[in-house]
């Protein structure tokens, strides 16, 4: 099992910066690839970054923006976010995949709020 949690979300002005963390616990030594998503109002969960052993990836709508990093001492994985804009605001979940004896298993947080007001 995995556990997520993410913190560091709030209330910002556009052009700001703010700074998530995902705290992973449990079989953390077997997650493959992390990620950040976010879910708009009414919207459905779209994928912001993603975090392997090999690459990082970003969705367009972030990139030169936003940077997914991984500390593996802590356990922790962060998105840095600078230059935000309101359409940026939505609930940022953590995830997780984690593959073990051949199997995918996906894990998320509960969620953190990012506000960003124009």
């Known amino acids: 099992q995995v556990q997520l949690v993410e913190s560091g979300g709030g209330l910002v002005q556009a052009g700001g910066s703010l700074r998530l963390s995902c705290a992973a616990s449990?079989?953390?030594?077997?997650?493959?690839?992390m990620g950040w998503y976010r879910q708009a109002p009414g919207k459905q969960r779209d994928l912001v970054a993603t975090?392997?052993?090999?690459?990082?990836s970003y969705a367009d709508s972030v990139k030169g923006r936003f940077t997914i990093s991984r500390d593996n001492v802590k356990n922790t994985v962060y998105l840095q976010m600078n230059s935000l804009k309101p359409e940026d605001t939505g609930v940022y979940f953590c995830?997780?995949?984690?593959?073990?004896?051949?199997?995918?298993?996906?894990?998320w947080g509960q969620g953190t709020q990012v506000t960003v007001s124009s």
């Open positions: 995830n997780g995949l984690r593959y073990y004896s051949g199997t995918y298993t996906e894990y």
């Open positions: 975090f392997t052993t090999s690459s990082t």
């Open positions: 449990g079989s953390v030594f077997s997650i493959a690839i």
